[in-house]
């Protein structure tokens, strides 16, 4: 085990998977010579060379499309997007191709690729360097959606990702990369995708939270506790495939659901799990689902404390599931 | 809407009637302000003293922005150092009614078109005065004041844009001439692409502006394109592409004032390749010694786009140290108190943020604000800082 930040963590699974398999390759804007505006791949060029790490041209597109291609001629790319809100020109090449070349050609053709993105507020980032825009990816048949909350849960995740048939949209939460520490496995740890984490175990109340939200939800529930409710926090770590049962299991437990995200609140992500468990535990329900989300605004930039779920609010959500 | 009837053939490819293309790079000003004989522009004293000026302003009022940012006042910021001729000079070229569509680095064009500088001081602030509402990071201006479009960060959206605003003009028969900016990066991404193509198509009445400063963030000039230059890519769409030294002010001129012209006239778009040099760093948060020599950094500020208008007006002895001092006083002055007044304002308000979104508020947002409210205060909870 080595104590490693969010940061460190993503570039010790790809050190690792490049240095286990020549298939994978990392590429995207000023990830090679510069090792990245953030320093994830930072290195790896380096050690690896410039075919295996190298710059890109300025086009999200161009490096989505021939990730794909490469994924179809038998190589693991794992492109990254420099920031999620950079995504949207690729957005064609993610949702209209890298999902669907699996079953629009019967089995034929397949992505594997893990497109990297760090995403989520936090950072003073404004509009274009701040948005979790998870649901537009979760809202299409065919892509994994990962979205990890700890050091030793992006590792790895990570690293089952670049081993995954299938592309995963991998989404790291910028907010913490730095400010989070933790200790992380070496050599060639994977954390499967599909099964969730509980975060902390409590009778009273569940919270489902994801990413940068976690570290805000353990805050709230060390002020929880001080006033007598415990709760469980559930991090699905990966969004889709989704650990439902571990969700559920949770709630028929507390009877109660908070589910908490940074996202804007009209069709995201927080919905999706209110809606599964209002039809699969109803009846073990206490209280009402509670979302405690961003606001349906573009994302600010001044006011980015407001807008963000911070502890106070989320204490609030576990209130009003009591409360009404 | 009808495509361009006549077709665009090689022979007006080579553009402007100077006789420079895509290839060959256009310059006026020479070592010490000479002038070779006939290429002398003849922009009149007071005109060449107010660019003049615009180019000092934007570079005093940037480095009090940078030092701003480092002492924590304001959280970004994008400096143009060293590219202040290419854009002042391109929209010089306009009249006030016509367009700009700027990418992030053309601050100069603000101060040059009469943008209040308290206004332009606000927006780094993101405080109640600000024009934008506090919404944005700072340098994402707006200002419809003055033809200004709402800047965004993601690379080359308002190029296509430009067009279609071209093709509107073109549609009332109005002789609005649209200017839309993006750098060397910003030629690999789909708009550019799209709208040199639609452009050409109809022939809209735009001038494309590519500020090629050799670097998209790390990502050198060789690794963003295989093209011999970036100006030669308006051939492949049937529009003249021109190629101007970025940091000599009377070329640029002339070359754009070409172009903005035939615009004008319905002779469709161009493209102009400024060749400059991004002199200090992609932003606040980037540390270029990290990717590039600071020798190509000297070689380029010996180049400087204000020193060398500068040989230019003494040669005509249009120079006084009087009016240097006056013209780096008054910009100081200016934006320092610009600073003052912007720090005694306050955040937005709550409300603000639910505004906007929609002409009108949705139930939905009615809801969240007064949601929001309940929690009792109006802080703003400043958290994190921006790494990029």
Redesign the interface.
Known sequence: MTEMTLLQAVNDALRTEMGRDDRVLVFGEDVGFNGGVFRATEGLQKEFGEERCFDTPLSECGIIGTAIGMALYGLRPVPEIQFMDFIYPAFDQIVSEAAKMRYRSGGEYTCPMVIRTPCGGGIRGGHYHSQSAEAYFCHTPGLKVVYPSTPSDVKGLLISSIRDEDPVIFLEPKRIYRSMKGEVPEGEYTVPLGKGRTVREGRDCTIVAWGAMVDVCEKAAVELATKGKEVEIIDPRTLVPLDESLILDSVRKTGRLVVVSEAPRTGGFAGEIAAIVAEKAIGSLEGPIIRVTGFDVPFPYTLEGVYMPDPRRVVRGVEDSFNW | MSTAKKKTGTKTLKGAKSGHDGRQLFSILEEGGHVAKGKDPKIPKDELIRLYRAMITTRIMEERALNLQRQGRI??YVPCKGQEASHIGTAYALKDSDWVFPAYRQPGIMILRGAPMQQIVDEWY??EGDICK????PV?YSFRQIHFVSI????GTQMTQAVGAGMAAKYRKEDTVFMTYCGD??T????FHCSLNFGGVYKAPVVFVVENNQW????PLE???ASETLASKAEAYGIPGVRVDGNDILAIYQVTKEAVDRARRGGGPTLIETLTYRVGPHSS??DPS??RDDAEVQSWMDKDPIERLKAYLKKKRWWSQEMEDEIRETARSEINAAIRNAEEKK??S?S???ED?YLEK?T??VE?EDY?KS?GDN??????????
Request: no cysteine; charged share 15%; proline share 8%.
């Open positions: 959280g970004f993101g405080n506090g919404r944005q990071m994402h965004s960060s993601p690379i990066g910003g690999s991404e789909n708009d998209a963030i790390s990502t690794t963003q394109t948060s980037d990290r990717y955040p937005p709550i603000s943020m639910f979104v949705t939905q947002l969240q929001l929690f802080e703003a909870n400043q958290i994190g800082e921006f790494p990029l």
